[in-house]
């Protein structure tokens, strides 16, 4: 069975880190584009960071950029959403996904929001 943890979220000040795993069972996840998203309360789910099956396509949405890396290990099965520079306005649950590649690009796949496979979420708290 096709299954994704996620973990990492935490109470973090402003301007502080925090990195997010995302962990895969039941799959080979170097198969599989992998996205990380976000839901505010009250707000819709949206994109954050999203990674192709090699790491070597990749994208932010752009009120991360700069901030957040989205990376990749294959090895452990493992992707990874480093945030530094944290923002109360990054408060959310933190979701990863993951879905086989499609002839759709990554960008539209992560604006899209077409991933089936979805984990069950971790809280990022952005307060001082």
């Known amino acids: 069975q096709l299954q994704l943890v996620e973990s990492g979220g935490n109470l973090v000040q402003p301007g502080g880190s925090l990195q997010l795993s995302c962990a895969a069972s039941?799959?080979?996840?170097?198969?599989?584009?992998i996205g990380w998203f976000r839901q505010a309360p009250g707000k819709e789910r949206e994109a954050v960071s999203c990674?192709?099956?090699?790491?070597?396509?990749?994208y932010y949405t752009n009120a991360v950029k700069g901030r957040f890396t989205i990376s990749r290990d294959n090895a452990k099965n493992t992707v990874y959403l480093q945030m530094n520079g944290l923002k109360p306005e990054d408060t959310a649950v933190y979701y990863c996904a993951a879905e086989p590649p499609r002839v759709s690009s990554v960008q539209a796949m992560c604006i899209y929001r077409a991933f089936i496979s979805w984990g069950q979420g971790t809280q990022v708290t952005v307060s001082s």
């Open positions: 039941g799959f080979t996840l170097n198969n599989y584009i």
């Open positions: 990674i192709s099956t090699s790491g070597d396509t990749i």
